[in-house]
């Protein structure tokens, strides 16, 4: 099975097609309050319905009230929910969607406390956004204990080959990015993702 990738904090329907064209799997629909990339309402249902049926859509919360969850879902079509922030197992298990949770670095006693979940591992400080790296093969520990994980934080072009090569045989669920393949004002540089895709396509046969 090849490495997911998800190309997060998409804010314009040309990002999405360009990441869609490039080979992307997930593209990210930011609701987090204060974030750079958060969407409006109708910014998020232009850009899920350009490429609606070519990639799946996740919707990205951190500590959003079910209400606020539940508002985003009647109005975008979405196929999964990334939970971001300290949400419990219920948190996750009262979603109707498949969920994706972050935790921070390879903590295994967090992981053990989402069962079944993808874990989105991200840096064990930073938490997620500030697209900073960190030791991505320590989640090597999380995939051997059956975990799903996809990495994130500060993924780019140019680190994700040398990232996925430290895990030899122990190849994740899939990859995260944002901030790695951004221009001005947030937007995804297209040719930045085509290059990503390419190095995480290029690990993989060489592994």
């Not at 295994?108 to 697209?131: C, F, M, N, S, W």
Request: charged content about 30%.
């Amino acid at each position: 099975m090849s490495i997911r990738i998800k190309i997060c904090g998409i804010t314009h329907p040309d990002d999405a097609r360009a990441a869609v064209e490039a080979g992307a799997d997930l593209i990210g629909l930011n609701f987090v309050p204060g974030s750079p990339r958060q969407l409006e309402l109708r910014a998020a249902v232009a850009i899920a319905e350009c490429v609606a049926g070519q990639v799946e859509r996740v919707a990205v919360f951190r500590d959003a009230a079910p209400d606020e969850i539940e508002r985003v879902l009647r109005r975008v079509d979405l196929e999964r929910v990334q939970l971001h922030g300290n949400e419990s197992e219920e948190d996750v298990e009262a979603i109707d969607l498949p969920v994706i949770k972050a935790i921070r670095g390879a903590d295994l006693e967090a992981a053990e406390q989402y069962p079944g979940t993808i874990l989105l591992v991200d840096h064990p400080t930073d938490g997620g956004g500030g697209g900073r790296a960190w030791s991505w093969s320590d989640s090597s520990t999380l995939i051997e204990h059956g975990h799903d994980v996809i990495l994130a934080g500060g993924l780019d072009p140019d680190n994700v080959g040398e990232a996925l090569a430290a895990f030899e045989d122990l190849l994740p669920w899939g990859v995260d990015v944002a901030t790695g393949v951004e221009g001005a004002d947030h937007r995804k540089d297209p040719a930045r993702v085509a290059a990503f895709i390419e190095a995480v396509r290029k690990a993989e046969t060489s592994g």
